[in-house]
């Protein structure tokens, strides 16, 4: 099936329909590569939470036992030793990881967790002074980014209420339209120091123009930041070309490598490979030169690129599903997974569209470039029933408060028929049942 006769002219309600775009379409295949979990009677389970945590690849408990059986097997000769030894171990996920978010190889890093690569980044990118001190983000703001950058403030002697501009959708809307955002920043483009966005956000699944808001944070002065936890995997970006300065994400969410998984994290070019920032150090950032001098070597001497952040040398266990994962998505490609992607939730949302608008309202934009895999639906009446309904039905998929279900079908596992059976629900509450 093309694009072009894909189109809501030809799309249909019926179970046929989803099954045949199943059976013509190019990626279906990888859906056997995943640990899909089963519902009551024993069938697959409708999946939809992978923007919240992606399922199991097969192939990523092959890796974790080949790391296993290199440590039963060689003991600390492991590191140099074995199929993927474990000293050089980042530098399987460092191509595939930098193409993932479109950078340049030297500007990814495979490391910690978001979180914890969030406040680091901040260490080195969060300077403010007397006169340039804001940080500016966008509502609704994950908990953990609001923590992060609250206790950032605080550590610097701020005040979030003076130094924490929030840009918010205007009334009576859900997302924050782009045009709201370059204007905050501009009204206060000599104050902002920090301009962090979520790349999409995890509550209306809307993507934001990062190449045009980067534009104009970087013209104002503004150090330019994301958090990509519901970004990377998503969508297609270009990090580098957009000369985003810094960027961190998860890898358990869309890229599918296992419960806090390490996490990935992107310092452009011109300051990875700038050896006087600003850091916090450990010996797996040192220069691998000087790196086993170690006592001997009492001064921190950086990489001259984005390995410089290391702190630790890295969990290998935890990497080995990364790897894993990495490599199936390098292998598929992003174009791919996108182009399925915009069918898969095109579909979903043309199947919302035949039931009631005061019931149901999906709040993520219509736009396709203003949206990713997730749809997130504003329930008018009894969400929580819903919600309940939907999970009775061997439903996977999220209840955020107050009154919005948030659904992410994801083309490496999820079929057409799968957003088929979670619209039937949907269709029988309409009716209201
Ligand atoms: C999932 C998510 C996180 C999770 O943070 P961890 O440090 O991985 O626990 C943080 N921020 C955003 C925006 C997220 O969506």
Redesign the pocket.
């Known amino acids: 099936m093309t694009e072009a006769n894909h189109t809501a002219r030809t799309l249909s309600v019926d179970e046929s329909f989803a099954l045949a775009c199943d059976a013509s379409d190019p990626l279906r295949g990888h859906r056997d590569q995943f640990e899909i979990p089963a519902a009551k009677d024993g069938r697959p389970s409708v999946y939809l939470s992978g923007n919240s945590l992606g399922l199991q690849p097969k192939p990523a408990r092959d890796a974790v036992v080949e790391a296993l059986d290199a440590w039963a097997r060689f003991g600390v000769a492991g590191h140099f030793s074995g199929k993927h030894p474990w000293y050089p171990y980042h530098e399987l996920l460092r191509e595939s990881g930098a193409s993932l978010v479109g950078a340049n190889v030297g500007e990814v890093v495979t490391m910690n967790?978001?979180?914890v690569n969030l406040d680091l980044m901040m260490v080195t990118f969060f300077q403010p002074t007397k006169s340039r001190f804001k940080i500016l983000m966008e509502y609704p703001v994950?908990p953990?980014?609001t923590y992060a950058v609250k206790t950032h403030l605080h550590h610097h002697g701020l005040d979030p209420n003076n130094a924490l501009i929030i840009v918010r959708p205007r009334d009576g809307e859900h997302v924050v339209r782009t045009d709201d955002i370059q204007a905050a920043i501009t009204e206060e483009s000599d104050a902002i120091a920090l301009v962090l966005l979520?790349g999409v956000n995890?509550f209306t699944g809307q993507v934001i123009d990062m190449a045009r808001i980067t534009e104009t944070a970087k013209s104002c002065g503004c150090v330019m930041g994301l958090?990509l936890?519901?970004a990377a995997g998503n969508i297609p970006m270009s990090l580098h070309d957009w000369g985003v300065d810094f960027a961190v994400w998860?890898h358990y969410?869309y890229l599918n490598s296992g419960p806090g998984a390490v996490?990935g994290c992107f310092i452009h070019e011109t300051h990875a490979q700038d050896t006087s920032l600003p850091r916090f150090g450990g010996w797996w950032g040192n220069d691998p030169d000087t790196r086993f001098r170690m006592h001997l070597q009492p001064e921190f001497v950086p990489r001259a690129d984005v390995d410089a952040w290391q702190l630790s040398n890295p969990p290998i266990l935890a990497l080995a599903p990364v790897r894993a994962s990495l490599e199936m998505f390098q292998g598929v490609g992003l174009p791919a997974l996108r182009e399925k992607s915009v069918r898969l939730t095109g579909y979903m949302q043309y199947l919302i569209d035949q039931l009631s608008p005061e019931r149901f309202e999906v709040i993520t934009p219509r736009d396709t470039p203003a949206r990713g895999c997730q749809l997130s639906i504003l329930v008018h009446d009894r969400p929580k029933a819903l919600h309940r309904d939907l999970l009775a039905n061997d439903i996977v998929c999220d209840f955020r408060e107050p009154n919005v279900v948030r659904v992410a079908p994801v083309p490496l596992y999820n079929s057409f028929h799968d957003v088929w059976r979670f619209a039937q629900v949907l269709a029988r509450h309409d009716r209201g049942s």
Do not use: V, Y
Request: charged share 20%; aromatic share 14%; glycine share 0%.
């Open positions: 967790s978001l979180t994950f953990s980014d979520a995890f958090d936890a519901h998860c969410k996490a």
